[in-house]
């Protein structure tokens, strides 16, 4: 079983739109979620942390977190051709002593002009 | 805003050879990493280096591998003797300790794409 899986897309959606990405783990305990976005050939840029269930919004991106069920969400709303890449889900389990992160594979998204 | 940085951006040696990349973490971080993607792969952890020693390191950081701090701002990793898939891009990241380290976010680097011949 993958620790961290999501979906790979693409998920194409219209500009305006909502985008919504999901993301499950294996590791019950984990205890810190992140979401970041990568451009293309670039580096994961931090977009939202979110560490207790329910919802955490900042600006455009809504994070969900529900532990019993081991998902964790990113909404974007109003997309924008701009939030065209791949968004990371990574999460830190309660076994990495060193803090370390495990990563999903990622979910390309497309936003359509 | 600070930001960790990453020296070279590009690296090609030749395989067998000794590469070291290097980073710049942010000032006030006391928590350090190394991750690797190779082309099309997702993010993958490499190590964990805080207080001088290494807390953490997955399967990948085999013998090969070595980190070390030989200052108060550089932190390095280097490959001794390069092999043909250890071509990938090897981010750095940093985390503060501060609220407790669990609950800070790591701050990637841009990335130093080594390209192993």
């Known amino acids: ?113 | 805003e600070p930001e960790v940085t990453q020296t070279p951006s590009h690296q090609v040696t030749q395989m067998g050879q000794e590469v070291i990349l290097r980073c710049v973490p942010i000032s006030n971080h006391l928590y350090f990493y190394w991750y690797r993607q190779i082309l099309g792969q997702k993010v993958e952890f490499l190590v964990s280096f805080y207080n001088n020693e290494i807390s953490e390191k997955s399967e990948i950081f085999d013998d090969q591998f070595s980190v070390e701090r030989p200052d108060g701002s550089n932190f390095t990793l280097k490959i001794r003797s390069t092999k043909l898939e250890d071509s990938a891009m090897y981010f750095c990241a940093s985390s503060e300790n501060f609220g407790g380290p669990s609950n800070q976010p790591q701050h990637f680097g841009d990335g130093t794409r080594l390209s192993i011949l």
């Open chain 1, 1 to 113: 079983q993958k620790e961290v899986e999501q979906n790979s897309g693409p998920l194409s959606v219209p500009e305006g739109a909502i985008a919504s990405l999901n993301c499950t783990y294996s590791d019950r305990g984990s205890q810190s979620f992140f979401w970041y976005r990568q451009y293309s050939g670039k580096s994961p840029e931090l977009i939202m942390s979110i560490y207790s269930n329910g919802d955490k919004e900042d600006g455009r991106f809504t994070a969900q977190l529900n532990k019993a069920s081991q998902y964790v969400s990113l909404l974007i709303r109003d997309s924008q051709p701009s939030d065209s890449a791949t968004y990371l889900c990574a999460v830190k389990g309660i076994k990495a002593a060193g803090n370390k992160l495990t990563f999903g594979g990622g979910t390309r998204v497309l936003v359509k002009p």
